[in-house]
């Protein structure tokens, strides 16, 4: 068999699997249709479209750009429970599509594309989030839309590219601040490879700033303090209270800003993260938080007239030295490698059970991809999507600033996935770039994807 025949027999064995993957994609929306999972987080994300724009401070305590499209979803569908699941299997079979799209902008050979395209719409993890009204849903498109417009703005350059570039970032992060890190390294990327003008930064910036200011404006409004990417408080108080459950009590600011008043009186919040609820090393080993032994709560009372104050005091009131400190960032790795993602893993269906039982690939694979990383660098080849990955994937796994879920750990699941490809494919781009007599970066900049 000729080289041609085999990369023909590989590209068309990738294109069986991707329509395969897509069908499957969107029939398991429709049998695990997300309006059967309507509780907790889910049932708050479908109340926040029901009451958008105002929202309360349910809508104000959360990003804005999610709210919107289950806004829209209701209000196009009538939440009709076929065409929610139809919506749900669109977005489901369209995102591993995007990072196709960004992988071949950034000048990753077709085949290898089309195979990156395949692992990710098989990937279990990335399939089973789409049976639930979540964030993530929409926070991966946008990852892989971003992606796709850095490289464009890379390959081609100009304004509009650059807006388009800002334009999908700020939507990213107003879904989920998760992305924030690998948008920051993206931004500073395009910036020294385009050393972008500061005509085009500004019109950037001001953008941005046009996109946050809703958000904002309304948290202001029922927090009392400007959060245009959520209130971050609840999830850091977690953290360093130690306990398992939290009692929050929230009055709102009792002075309108600009005639416009809280939509909700006195607030009665309990707050808890699934981590402290489950196992997350079974069956190998019964390894708990340590606030997961037992039933531990605390209270906190917030008056939204002090702005941020109670918050901030509430805070510091959980004091914590530094071998508790450590303790929480170990658990916090653990977490972020091993635990099930949840809601998938509360609701056991065999395609949930799948989802479990793989996620024992992401410590492996983060591994394996660090070391594959490790020898470009050696050999002084540093392109983004390493860079990016590594530094996203640090940034996410490292933290100790909130209580770590599997679920946190999915927006770095396809940028790991584009990297072990793209490491892979490093003798197509190299063959490739030698052939036009050009460093591979002059290649990859001037390219035109297909």
């Avoid at 590209?11 to 499957?24: D, E, R």
């Avoid at 987080?41 to 724009?53: A, E, I, V």
């Avoid at 993260?273 to 390894?287: D, G, Q």
């Amino acid at each position: 068999m000729t080289d041609s025949s085999k990369h023909s027999t590989y590209y068309k064995l990738a294109i069986v699997l991707v329509i395969a993957a897509s069908c499957f994609r969107g029939f398991v929306c429709f049998v695990h249709n997300p309006m059967d999972y309507l509780a907790t987080d889910m049932l708050r994300h479908w109340n926040n479209g029901s009451t958008f724009p105002r929202g309360g401070y349910a809508g104000a305590a959360d990003p804005i750009v999610y709210q919107i499209y289950i806004f829209v979803l209701q209000r196009m569908t009538g939440s009709n429970r076929l065409l929610v699941a139809l919506a749900s299997s669109i977005l489901s079979v369209l995102m591993p599509w995007t990072y196709y799209r960004a992988a071949r902008d950034f000048g990753l050979a077709k085949t290898r594309a089309v195979w990156l395209w395949a692992l990710i719409a098989w990937t279990p993890s990335l399939i089973v989030i789409y049976h639930f009204i979540m964030m993530e849903t929409v926070l991966l498109l946008l990852e892989g839309v971003a992606l796709w417009m850095t490289a464009r703005y890379l390959r081609k350059g100009g304004t509009k590219h650059f807006l388009w570039f800002v334009f999908f970032w700020t939507a990213a992060c107003l879904t989920k601040p998760t992305l924030i890190p690998l948008a920051g390294v993206c931004f500073l990327w395009v910036w020294w490879k385009r050393s972008t003008p500061l005509r085009q930064i500004g019109m950037g910036a001001a953008l941005a700033v046009i996109m946050l200011i809703p958000q904002g404006f309304r948290s202001k409004v029922e927090l009392g303090f400007i959060a245009p990417f959520g209130n971050p408080w609840l999830t850091r108080i977690q953290l360093r209270s130690g306990v398992r459950l939290m009692h929050f009590h929230f009055y709102p600011p009792s002075n309108p800003l600009l005639h416009f008043k809280p939509q909700e009186g006195h607030l009665d919040l309990e707050f808890g993260s699934p981590s402290a609820y489950m196992r997350p090393l079974e069956p190998v080993s019964h390894w708990v938080m340590r606030r997961a032994v037992g039933d531990s709560t605390a209270s906190v009372t917030i008056n939204g007239a002090n702005g941020e104050q109670d918050w901030k005091a509430a805070y510091q009131s959980f004091d914590r030295d530094t071998d508790e400190w450590l303790a929480e960032w170990r658990e916090n790795i653990i977490l972020f490698l091993f635990a099930p993602s949840w809601p998938e893993s509360g609701f056991w269906q065999w395609d949930s059970y799948l989802e479990y039982c793989c996620r024992w690939m992401w410590a492996p694979l983060i591994l394996i991809v660090f070391v594959l990383n490790a020898r470009e660098f050696a050999h002084r080849r540093f392109d983004l999507i390493p860079v990016a990955t590594m530094l996203f994937t640090l940034a996410l796994g490292l933290q100790n600033v909130v209580i770590t879920e599997g679920r946190y750990r999915k927006p770095v699941e396809p940028m790991l996935l584009l990297n072990l490809v793209w490491v892979l494919g490093r003798k197509d781009l190299s063959v490739k770039d030698r052939d036009e007599g050009r460093p591979i970066g002059a290649a990859k900049a001037s390219q035109t994807a297909v």
